[in-house]
C-alpha cells in the first residue's frame, strides 16, 4: 500500500509477470476501490502485462495498492513479479 497526497492527479503504470500459469487478473485500487480501467489479464504460465491509469486522489488523500485476482484459487503472490511505476502529473 503507497499512501498520496490529497487532490493530485497521477499516472500509475504496472508491469507484472506470472509464473502459476494460472488465468488472474491484476490492477490498481484507490482507497479500497477499483480504479476504472486499469484492469489487465493473462491466461498462460510466464506471461508479463502491462497497464496504467491516470486519476485524481479525493481531498482525504489516497491509499493505492495492486491486486491480484485468481480464477478458482486463492489470491497469492508467490510466483509474480511486479513493478510499480508512479507519476505526479498536477
Known amino acids: 500500500t503507497i499512501n498520496l497526497g490529497a487532490n493530485m492527479t497521477f499516472f500509475v503504470r504496472f508491469t507484472a509477470t506470472s509464473e502459476t500459469g494460472i ?3 491484476i490492477g490498481l485500487r ?3 476501490l477499483r480504479i476504472n480501467g486499469s484492469i489487465a489479464s493473462a491466461q498462460v504460465a510466464d506471461t508479463s502485462i502491462s497497464n496504467g491509469a491516470i486519476f485524481r486522489t479525493p481531498a482525504t488523500g489516497g491509499q493505492l495498492d495492486l491486486f491480484v485476482f485468481f ?3 486463492t489470491i497469492s503472490l508467490i510466483g509474480f513479479e511486479t513493478s510499480l511505476q508512479i507519476i505526479r502529473l498536477a
Open 71 to 73: 480464477a478458482n484459487q
Open 23 to 25: 488465468p488472474y487478473a
Open 30 to 32: 484507490l482507497n479500497g
